[in-house]
């Protein structure tokens, strides 16, 4: 079973931030939580991890709480490409994909 | 640098034929993985390979097998197919795996579409 809650949908306008958020009240200490997203028809890319702090690269931050139940994934500026499905996941033996959040990007 | 690739990106079987999808990576990582999508779902790990030689099940193994062949590819045979393995099969690949390993992110093929009559 997957081990983390998100929303099933989220809509977000283009330009504002989308923060996506997801809960994993289960998490041991030192379980990583990974962020990925599917684009229709494509196979998952990866967006993010992290153990503890908050971590930034290039296509997104995450933010984990300080008791690590939950986690929020932002995407500063959402534009139409970002329209996919993100998935949370928090690392087990093996990655297991739950259903993920759909967001969609308004014009 | 090509990724991960897969072939065929998609096939048309009967009940009851077999078949072979393959999988094959150039980034010299350590782990593979083969998953299905069935529609409106997450993905669902079939079987994953921790290092060459390696082969376990995942959530879904019952109907299929496996061959890591190599260190870049790794197989996914279907011996008798089934309408219920109707899917998208993904294969995956990963730095490193398995049980007390820290999981590196995976870098995804662009998938093989089955359907089954």
């Known amino acids: 079973d997957a081990k983390t809650t998100q929303p099933p949908s989220m809509d977000c306008a283009e330009g504002r931030a989308a923060n996506l958020p997801c809960n994993h009240s289960?998490?041991?200490?030192?379980?990583?939580v990974y962020w990925y997203r599917q684009i229709h028809s494509q196979g998952p890319q990866y967006i993010i991890h992290?153990?503890?702090n908050n971590e930034t690269n290039e296509m997104a931050s995450l933010i984990i709480t300080e008791d690590r139940k939950s986690s929020t994934l932002i995407l500063p500026h959402a534009t139409l490409r970002d329209t996919a499905v993100y998935y949370c996941?928090?690392?087990?033996?093996?990655?297991?994909f739950g259903k993920g959040t759909r967001l969609h990007i308004l014009p | 640098n090509a990724g991960v690739t897969q072939t065929p990106k998609f096939q048309v079987l009967k009940t009851g034929q077999s078949m072979t999808l393959q999988c094959a990576q150039d980034?010299?990582?350590?782990?593979m993985y083969w998953y299905r999508q069935d529609p409106g779902m997450g993905l669902r790990l079939i079987y994953y390979?921790?290092?060459?030689?390696?082969?376990d099940k995942g959530e879904v193994p019952n109907g299929y097998n496996v061959s890591r062949l190599n260190k870049r590819e790794f197989s996914l045979r279907l011996e008798s197919a089934a309408p219920s393995q109707t899917s998208v099969y993904f294969c995956?690949?990963?730095?490193?795996?398995?049980?007390?390993?820290?999981?590196?992110?995976?870098?995804f093929g662009p998938g093989t579409r089955l359907t089954v009559t």
């Open positions: 995956a690949s990963s730095e490193l795996a398995g049980p007390g390993s820290f999981i590196y992110e995976q870098y």
């Open positions: 289960t998490i041991s200490g030192n379980e990583y």
């Open positions: 992290g153990l503890k």
């Open positions: 996941i928090v690392r087990d033996d093996k990655i297991i």
């Open positions: 980034m010299n990582h350590n782990s």
């Open positions: 390979s921790a290092s060459e030689g390696t082969t």
